[in-house]
């Protein structure tokens, strides 16, 4: 934040949108809490990630609280196949898994989020019970038009 004050974002914006690009940042659930207004200000949209997937069980109090943050702003909800929080192997709990793909499901049908984004990074291929959960609800739904 320091690095990149409000100042230089709404430059980077401009040069951005003047090109016909959007200018878009990363939010976790542990930056919720910090005084982030004018820093969202300057940007078109959010993504959202949870890190750390005990952090599910908490699922919709995190969300309430990011769109009370983010206000009417675009914004897309991050998912990971793989729960990168700690050392070792730490595959996502695929019951946890399950109820943060089908509530952001519901949020884009709802129309509270522009998309969801999938993180498999190097463990799409790799077996887990995750990418077979995921594959399934694109099988099943991948075809749903959502106007």
């Known amino acids: 934040m320091k690095r990149f004050p409000p100042a230089v974002l709404k430059d980077i914006k401009t040069t951005l949108n003047s090109n016909g690009l959007d ?3 990363v939010l976790y ?5 910090l005084e982030l ?8 949209g959010v993504t959202f990630w949870l890190w750390g997937c ?23 909800l991050g998912i990971y196949l793989w729960n990168y929080k700690g050392i070792g192997e730490q595959p996502m709990d695929s019951r946890l898994f399950e109820i943060q793909l089908g509530r952001y499901f519901d949020l ?4 509270r989020t522009d998309g ?3 993180c498999s990074s190097t463990v799409g291929d790799a ?5 077979e959960i995921l594959k399934n609800y694109i ?8 106007l």
């Open 54 to 76: 005990e952090n599910i069980e908490n699922l919709e109090n995190l969300i309430e609280r990011f769109y009370s943050l983010i206000k009417n702003k675009k914004n897309m």
């Open 23 to 25: 200018f878009w940042c």
């Open 116 to 118: 969801v984004i999938f």
């Open 127 to 131: 077996g887990l019970e995750t990418t």
């Open 37 to 44: 207004d004018d820093y969202l200000d300057c940007f078109d």
């Open 108 to 111: 884009l049908r709802e129309k």
């Open 139 to 146: 099988e099943k739904f991948g075809d749903e038009e959502i």
């Open 29 to 33: 659930n542990y930056q919720l809490g």
